[in-house]
C-alpha cells in the first residue's frame, strides 16, 4: 500500500484545512487509516483514525470537536477536515495505513506499517 497526503499549507488562528490522504493497492475489510502530526522537537503523535470495515471514527482528545476524519472507500481516500485551527496544531501532518490495526492500539504510531509523506500544516497568529 503506497500513500500521498496533501493539502497542507499556511493558514490564520481559526481557519480551516483539508487534508487529503489517497491509498493505492489492496485494502482488507479491517483496514485503518488515520493522521498522526509532529511538531518540532515533540514526539509524533495520534489525532485521528477511521476503519474502513464500519466506519468507526478514533479522536485524539486535542482535536474532538475541531477535526473530523472521513473516508471514502471507493476512492480509498481518508480526509481529515480540520477546524477552528490554533497554532498548537502547527505540525508536520502524516497519514498512516495498517491492515489489520486493533482498537486498543490504533492511537499507536508503531502499529502503522504503511506512511505517507508529511504535509506542513502552518496556524499563525
Known amino acids: 500500500v503506497q500513500l500521498q497526503a496533501s493539502g497542507g499549507g499556511l493558514v490564520q488562528v481559526g481557519g480551516s484545512l483539508r487534508l487529503s490522504c489517497a491509498a493505492s493497492?489492496?485494502?482488507?475489510?479491517?483496514?485503518?487509516m488515520g493522521w498522526f502530526r509532529q511538531a518540532p522537537g515533540k514526539e509524533r503523535e495520534f489525532v485521528a483514525a477511521?476503519?474502513?470495515?464500519?466506519?468507526?471514527?478514533y479522536y485524539a482528545d486535542s482535536v474532538k470537536g475541531r477535526f473530523t476524519i472521513s473516508g471514502d472507500n471507493a476512492q480509498n481516500t481518508a480526509y481529515l477536515q480540520m477546524n477552528s485551527l490554533k497554532p498548537e496544531d502547527t505540525a508536520v501532518y502524516y497519514c498512516a495505513a495498517d491492515q489489520t490495526a486493533i482498537t486498543s492500539a490504533i492511537r499507536r504510531p508503531e502499529t502503522y506499517d504503511y506512511w505517507g509523506q508529511g504535509t506542513l500544516v502552518t496556524v499563525s497568529s
Open positions: 493497492g489492496r485494502t482488507s475489510s479491517r483496514f485503518v
Open positions: 477511521i476503519r474502513w470495515g464500519g466506519g468507526t471514527l
